[in-house]
């Protein structure tokens, strides 16, 4: 409040006028010397105001203090909407990388699960075409056996058939019967007595 009361006779009208319209916070202990600036500002205001020269110089300076402060709006406003674009920007391009990235991670699973999925039906025809060949193979050798069965039992019955058959023969043909011993000679009663017919012990004998 001291600066701005020596500093009276060098401001203008406007900023005198503005200091005395618009109430300022100070502390509770400066109020007296406020009292006393607004008053030497009050005074200040009538003495510029009975001369023509000053009004014009304060409307000026309005101006002038007018146009400054559009221009600091504007240059405001601009690096408001120059930083609103940047942030719109990156979150643009933060939205693009984490959709991209998304992306990547989808089909990333999206193959992972496409090779399980190609692994395990691999897999699944491995066991299958494994089964078959097992399966065959044990048909193959059931059929092996029952066919060696077939062939063993054919044998079996055909060796039946045929001990039957020559049983048969053995029944259906006379039994030799043997000549009647030689009278004339002893010694070949030993040899009739085997299957010799009697011509041969004749002949025998007659030796």
Do not use: W
């Amino acid at each position: 409040v001291k600066v701005l009361c020596s500093l009276v006779p060098y401001d203008s009208a406007l900023q005198l006028r503005t200091h005395t319209t618009q109430g300022m916070a100070v502390p509770q202990g400066c109020h007296d010397l406020l009292r006393d600036y607004q008053l030497l500002a009050r005074t200040r205001l009538k003495d510029i105001s009975g001369s023509t020269f000053p009004s014009t110089q304060a409307l000026q300076e309005l101006q002038a203090l007018q146009e400054v402060q559009a221009l600091q709006e504007v240059q405001a406003l601009q690096e408001v909407q120059a930083l609103q674009e940047v942030q719109a920007l990156q979150e643009v391009q933060a939205l693009q990388e984490v959709q991209a990235l998304q992306e990547v991670q989808a089909l990333q699973e999206v193959q992972a699960l496409q090779e399980v999925q190609a692994l395990q039906e691999v897999q699944a025809l491995q066991e299958v075409q494994a089964l078959q060949e097992v399966q065959a193979l044990q048909e193959v050798q059931a059929l092996q056996e029952v066919q060696a069965l077939q062939e063993v039992q054919a044998l079996q019955e055909v060796q039946a058939l045929q001990e039957v058959q020559a049983a048969v023969h053995n029944r259906r043909e006379p039994k030799p019967r043997l000549p009647s011993l030689c009278r004339h000679c002893r010694r070949c009663r030993r040899l009739c007595s085997s299957s010799y017919s009697a011509v041969s012990c004749l002949q025998l004998c007659s030796r």
